[in-house]
């Protein structure tokens, strides 16, 4: 038993700890820092401490401060990013002072945008293009965005020209294509040589690129003639040549390519890594799943952020500033709309100040159009970015959509209007309440597939606009039905 | 230059081609045969055409069918799987009946949960129990929940009991647990025998497990004592020990942990394959990349649907009732909130005929609150999500999210104040639209923070509900503000 417990803490210990633990410490060693630190300022301040005092204090502060950065030390690069994100930005500056300088790139390349550029504001240039130097060409490109001119100006003119050649290329290419995701380390062999040479050609490399479950069998010209995968090699006969064991690659990836192609080839063949080739089948670098990982949750996480009108990913301990300026512009178009909504309902005022229950009961068929059409929508935005639904299957997504909201209209407008009924003894008013919302309802299926449907026959992102459509057309049409209706029909 | 041309064609030929025009292959040739058939039909049910006519039409029907076939059974299962949830019912049922038998179980494995289940109604019994005997333990565990339970029963009996117990296992875990990422694929070798021994050892699979990165290495009570990843075997010295040369395991995950941190383990750390153990350390399976892609890619998708109201994916060709199952929950709470807003209008009637201008006004100010405090709640959920707010952080963001919503309010709640001033040639009126709007983005704010961080101290997902939650109460509080200040200031 005593031996079991001594086993399983000493097979701990040489995991690393888990994240959260690590935030934690690293966490309270700051704050034992600043409150030293805070101490000995005021004790500065206030000069009425010997000079041994702030010594001693001090001396305390240097061992927490040393006790901190060995934290660090010890921490793989993704976690201290993980670490920076959590803290608030005066901690998150505190703590990025104490990283070694040679890890600031690999640090910066983990980091969510928002956050990598307050970092990247405080250093200057000579440490950013000591950080870049660090990197490897598809990595820089990663980082450009975010770097002043200058600092790329001086990283560029260190490379050697090979790197400046990726570098150009990677840079060239937007965040949604596969060049961007490309890196350069691919391993090359030659079809005509055996498995043996191959091994021995690998004994020389001290460690094979990260994710190399592959190597890429090319000729001459550097054109993609199979791949081998390293189980292959392994299992295969050492005497045997590449050629007679490689593989035809799965997929051929295109620079030019969409990224979320490339991210469904990787899903649907459980791919590690693919060869990325240039028009004359030229293998020009690699793409592997960690930046495909990245990749699909990124794209979530901005598609996420985007239906609530968040320009891009907040760094959440933002100045109050910086979130009212990635904010406002979806404000102002709700309240456009809102207003539109509001100049329908100005319309009918006079109906409203001879049957004010319309005010009252407005809002709720406005409400059920919105939510109803939201559901439609995204419905058809997720199928669409599988490719299961095109522009042709409009007809019959309409026709089932309005079917769905008949049903609806049907049961809740029936509900809501014998409700109404019953609170405003309005036998008349419930009709118009059943009538209004299935209308609406059905206005809303139509809608909900129209519109996600033309952005895609206009070559736009369904995903992003769409709400806010949907919800001022269910809105001010709500509106004009219900109280059109009521106008007609009650007064 | 056509020599070149040749080149690339013979190149393009090698890899298989894309899903996209794989599909809209099957779909010609389904409209194709089923033309065929339906003139034969009609030919049969007119008597009117000789004999030779009907064999004629049938042997071309035969050859289309058997063109459709090949097609098919060149396809990979998880493009199969895409065509058929891109097919309306009919056309999904046709195709599904030309695929072979014995790659029924891995297409099932690949589709999404509703075209699953409706093709697993298609299917009998010994259909079923024949599908699920060409898969892995884990595999079963995952089709398991859309089997009938006699189909299960069957499988249960057929299996060898090692694997009857991993399937106990497997089907024991939440989809949310690392249990059920799990598979049972992983190869392990002794420590203290060298890689030469190693080598032979793997020479005798025909193929190393798929995602397999690396070796597990664990001692005779099967604790696990480090890792060999391939490259190191293969760079290393054969005549080093397995014990030499190992790694340690950058992260082993527990069965009962949650998949999500799993998956940010993966993301952080770019794994491939990670191990599974229990409480003694002891090795009982693996995790790999495409589980975790898989997971990472449904769990965005899923919280996207739930955000809209959408209990579960839903195939678009799904019948009128199944949708409206889908949904009407969703709907159901919209309009019991609704409800309470229109109820709080209610009490202001008096007002609202007094000044029917409020009832044009009032959609604007709740409108403001529910966008604003959406915007927030999404911020914090993402956040939250990356374990980068705590409930501790909650003070500081709601003073945060206040000031934003300060800004905010004396931005757009000055310019529409204005307006409604301009429009009705009210000042007053215009100065409790500032006042207003101002109000309910104050509310939005702190609910906003309050909502989300009051889910997570309950330990619940707040990315479930938090958007209803918030639009009732800017709905509400937005009605009783504006129309109260009114009352007051006004009337």
Redesign the interface.
Same mark, same amino acid.
């Given at each position: 038993m005593n031996a079991?417990a001594t086993?399983?803490a000493s097979?701990a210990s040489?995991?690393?700890e888990r994240? /959260?633990d690590a935030?934690a410490d690293v966490a309270a060693l700051i704050r034992k820092n600043r409150l030293v630190e805070g101490l000995v300022h005021e004790q500065a301040e206030h000069a009425e401490a010997g000079e041994r005092g702030v010594l001693v204090e001090s001396l305390v502060t240097r061992q927490n401060r040393a006790a901190l950065r060995n934290k660090l030390d010890g921490l793989?690069a993704?976690?201290i990013a $993980?670490i920076l994100? #959590?803290l608030?930005p005066d901690e998150r500056l505190y703590v990025w002072e104490l990283v070694k300088a040679e890890r600031d790139g690999e640090i910066l390349l983990?980091l969510s945008d928002a956050v990598r550029a307050s970092l990247i504001e405080s250093m200057d240039t000579d440490e950013l293009v000591a950080a870049a130097e660090t990197l490897e060409a598809d990595e820089i490109a990663e980082l450009a965005p975010d770097l002043p001119q200058e600092v790329l100006d001086d990283v560029f003119q260190s490379l050697p020209v090979d790197e400046r050649e990726q570098l150009r290329a990677a840079m060239s290419f937007d965040d949604d294509m596969v060049g961007a995701l490309m890196d350069f380390e691919d391993v090359q062999v030659r079809p005509d040589v055996t498995l043996e040479v191959v091994?021995r050609y690998?004994?020389r =490399?001290?460690?094979?690129p990260?994710?190399? *479950?592959q190597l890429f069998v090319v000729d001459r010209d550097e054109?993609?003639l199979?791949v081998l995968p390293?189980?292959?090699?392994?299992?295969?006969d050492p005497d045997a040549t590449v050629e007679s064991v490689m593989k %035809?690659?799965?997929?051929?990836l295109l620079q030019h390519e969409k990224a979320a192609d490339a991210a469904?080839a990787?899903?649907? $063949?459980?791919l590690?890594s693919a060869p990325v080739v240039d028009t004359? *089948?030229r293998l020009v670098g690699r793409v592997?799943?960690?930046e495909?990982? *990245?990749f699909?949750?990124e794209r979530?996480?901005t598609? %996420?952020?985007a239906?609530? !009108?968040?320009r891009e990913?907040?760094d959440?301990?933002a100045s109050?500033w910086a979130?009212?300026r990635n904010?406002?512009s979806?404000?102002?178009v709700?309240?456009v709309t %809102? =207003?539109v909504?509001?100049?329908v +309902? !100005?319309v009918f005022?006079g109906s +409203?100040?001879k049957l004010?229950?319309? #005010? #009252?009961?407005?809002?709720?068929v #406005?409400? +059920?159009g919105g939510?109803?059409g939201?559901?439609t929508?995204?419905? +058809?935005v997720?199928?669409a970015a599988?490719? /299961?639904?095109t522009v042709a299957?409009a007809r019959?997504?309409i026709r089932?959509e309005m079917?769905?909201s008949l049903?609806?209209g049907l049961?809740?407008g029936g509900?809501?209007g014998l409700?109404a009924m019953l609170?405003y003894r309005d036998v008349k008013l419930g009709l118009v309440m059943i009538l209004a919302m299935t209308l609406n309802l059905l206005l809303a299926a139509m809608m909900g597939v129209l519109i996600p449907m033309t952005m895609l026959r206009l070559g736009r992102d369904p995903a992003v606009g769409s709400s806010v459509m949907i919800t001022a057309v269910t809105?001010s049409g709500g509106f004009f039905i219900f109280l059109g209706l009521a106008t007609l029909l009650l007064l």
């Open positions: 079991e086993t399983r097979a040489d995991t690393p994240v /959260q935030l793989h993704a976690d $993980y994100e #959590a608030p983990e091994l690998l004994r =490399f001290d460690e094979l990260s994710q190399t *479950d054109r993609l199979g390293l189980p292959t090699l392994i299992v295969s %035809a690659p799965r997929v051929k469904g990787f899903e649907r $063949y459980d590690v004359n *089948d592997t799943v960690d495909i990982l *990245d699909v949750r979530a996480e598609e %996420a952020l239906q609530a !009108g968040l990913e907040e959440v301990f109050v979130s009212f904010r406002w979806w404000l102002a709700n309240l %809102a =207003f909504a509001s100049r +309902i !100005g005022e +409203i100040a004010v229950a319309l #005010a #009252a009961l407005m809002p709720i #406005a409400g +059920i939510n109803s939201n559901q929508i995204t419905m +058809i997720r199928a599988l490719g /299961q639904v299957h019959t997504l089932k079917l769905v049903l609806n049961i809740w509900v809501m409700v609170l809105d």
